[in-house]
């Protein structure tokens, strides 16, 4: 566009350039590193205590059991499996896809009203990242401009000590984070046994907690915020879910604009300038590499720091705070106070819901699961004007407490049990046991060729712990 005979929209254009490209990527598509100001101020407080909880949760949870059992283990070659103590079976995988299913809902509602403030504060890429291994770099390599001094001169001595030192504490914990997570999938004592003995006793799993190390050492020492702008798929989803009543981080431009450098003892209002004064602070706070005041983009993280850094400069030259802060895109632009709408209330109330309904899936599976099922082939067989019908059983004891069963026939009513074996049953915790039954009845009980028949099982106190529904075959009758 020709600037001369429109001067008007050229800068329109050019401010929105920046939706074109990735904030982090050059005109030739080349990487531009980011190197993030270290932040400081009452929101990064806050974060910093939130990732303190979660990172000793992270690393204290695989020591924790309840019932005996791990907290969380998710053992795909033992196909073992433990929710919050709670022992999952192939069998109760349709829970697990509807948790899954309520998840993903859950996520959707979540950020249509509080935006991705799961990204920037409970995410464990932003956690691991920003928490952990910023603050290692911080520590070594400095802030900011002594990073990008660092990173532009020679290999002398001072870099390679220092960028040596970096690697080698970024593999050291990469290497603790994947004990960690290895513990999650094959337990803590699994972990120290395989420690202990060496590699060469556990190769395969040698291999594939090396494989870990490789993985996380690469996320977190030179993918960085790629993750969340090229690879992670929620933060494109955002655009799709946020609205105008959204709460995200937002820059108040009716507020900040027209933004120009501070000038001490002027009267900003008067002379037609805003509260912004293009220190470009919030810029070099965010760890994406984005502006905000261009708007909201799918690289924002809302993880605040540019809050902050804008709160700490308002103060500064005694201007509000506030000129970047959680807000909606409608409260911005009718320069409106934040309510909490009735949309958003609603809302709330329907994420509860689907969190009880969630735990609720998650603890009513009872403590067992019985099934019957008639042999391949088998058939019914009379004798003194009686029929049986032969069953396998299979009981799944999904607690660690032994259980001594008992079976009845329900319905009908007059049903006898024959077993092959103890007629007592014990069945251990967290067993699997089969064996076959016979099950006879009178032949003027039986009015159908396939008759509907439940049958229960009771624990020695006589609670019935599951029943099921199964059928009875006997010869055809005719009804008139």
């Not at 859950?106 to 403030?117: A, H, N, Q």
């Not at 290895?182 to 202990?196: A, D, P």
């Not at 720091?305 to 700490?312: L, M, N, T, V």
């Amino acid at each position: 566009m020709n600037t001369e005979t429109n001067p008007i929209k050229a800068p329109i254009v050019e401010n929105e350039a920046f939706r074109n490209s990735v904030g982090t990527m050059d005109d030739t598509g080349k990487r531009k590193w980011v190197f993030p100001r270290k932040p400081k101020g009452k929101y990064t407080n806050y974060r910093n205590y939130t990732s303190y909880l979660l990172l000793t949760l992270f690393f204290a949870l695989p020591f924790v059991k309840i019932n005996g059992n791990p907290f969380l283990l998710i053992n795909v070659i033992d196909r073992k499996f433990f929710i919050v103590g709670q022992p999952f079976y192939l069998q109760d995988f349709f829970i697990l896809a509807l948790g899954a299913v309520t998840s993903v809902i859950f996520v959707m509602l979540f950020t249509v009203v509080f935006g991705r403030i799961f990204c920037g504060w409970l995410c464990p890429q932003t956690l691991f990242m920003e928490m952990v291994f910023r603050k290692i770099e911080y520590w070594i390599e400095g802030d900011r401009n002594k990073q990008m001094k660092l990173d532009r001169q020679e290999w002398d001595v001072e870099k390679i000590r220092k960028k040596g030192l970096k690697w080698s504490v970024f593999i050291l914990i990469s290497l603790v984070i994947s004990h960690f997570m290895f513990m999650y999938i094959v337990g803590y004592k699994e972990v120290f046994k395989i420690m202990s003995e060496g590699p060469a006793e556990h190769s395969l799993k040698f291999i594939v907690m090396l494989s870990f190390t490789a993985v996380f050492y690469f996320t977190f020492a030179w993918l960085r915020e790629q993750v969340c702008t090229l690879v992670c798929p929620y933060g494109r989803l955002q655009g799709v879910l946020i609205d105008k009543q959204t709460i995200n981080v937002y820059y108040d431009f009716k507020r900040g604009e027209n933004r120009s450098k501070w000038r001490k003892g002027e009267d900003r209002k008067s002379s037609g300038k805003g509260d912004c004064i293009d220190c470009q602070q919030c810029v070099v706070v965010c760890p994406t590499g984005i502006d905000i005041r261009n708007g909201q983009q799918l690289e924002c993280i809302n993880c605040t720091a540019c809050i902050d850094a804008c709160d700490e400069i308002m103060e500064k030259v005694g201007l509000p705070k506030g000129l970047v802060r959680y807000a909606t895109e409608a409260e911005i632009e009718n320069q409106s106070k934040f309510t909490f709408t009735s949309r958003m209330k609603v809302t709330t109330v329907f994420l509860a819901l689907l969190i009880g309904f969630l735990g609720f899936l998650m603890y009513d599976r009872g403590s067992m699961e019985a099934k019957f099922i008639k042999p391949a082939g088998s058939t019914f067989f009379t004798k003194n004007g009686k029929i049986t019908n032969t069953f396998i059983y299979t009981f799944l004891n999904k607690t660690n407490e032994r259980k001594v069963l008992t079976i009845k026939v329900v319905s009908p009513k007059n049903g006898e049990i024959t077993f092959f074996g103890p007629k007592q049953i014990v069945l251990k915790g967290d067993q699997i046991l089969k064996g076959n039954i016979n099950i006879t009845f009178p032949e003027e009980e039986i009015r159908f060729s396939k008759q509907n028949m439940i049958i229960g099982v009771y624990d020695e106190n006589g609670k019935i712990l599951d029943s099921f529904e199964t059928t009875f075959e006997g010869p055809f009758k005719l009804l008139l």
